[in-house]
């Protein structure tokens, strides 16, 4: 009788405790990206906050080997393209420019598959630049 009891009881045990497992694919920055908004917030000597919404032909491809090219475009017309390295840790993203004169560190604030929006913050002599860019894929 006790066997009859028990074998139910495991069962349900068994049947309970087995989840179906959700673990996503975690977003990747890997990609090509359409940027569509860049913002641009400026506080201390000088204020402004002004938002842009860039051209189609706009972009940044961030490669698996950590390389990557930025492309910035305005009324179609290619302004500048640029490769760069970069390096994600957690939501942080660093990027660095070819020749190592720029380093810019953001912050991942959106990334899903099909949507990013890096967040970065620089404060020097007394002003302090926030920019947000919005890219889709």
Not at 28 to 45: E, H
Not at 106 to 127: F, M, N, V
Request: net charge neutral.
């Amino acid at each position: 009788m006790k066997i009859k009891l028990i074998l139910p009881v495991l069962f349900l045990l068994f049947v309970t405790s087995c989840k179906k497992n959700d673990d996503a694919t975690p977003a990747t920055v890997v990609g090509k990206w359409s940027l569509t908004k860049l913002r641009s917030k400026v506080t201390g000597a000088m204020n402004m906050d002004i938002t842009v919404a860039l051209s189609a032909s706009s972009y940044m491809q961030f490669n698996a080997d950590g390389t990557g090219i930025s492309s910035s475009a305005m009324d179609g017309q290619p302004l500048t393209t640029e490769k760069f390295t970069y390096k994600v840790s957690g939501t942080k993203i660093t990027i660095t420019s070819e020749d190592k004169t720029e380093v810019t560190e953001g912050e991942l604030q959106t990334l899903t598959s099909t949507d990013l929006l890096i967040y970065s913050k620089e404060s020097a002599g007394g002003t302090t630049s926030e920019t947000w860019v919005t890219g889709k894929k």
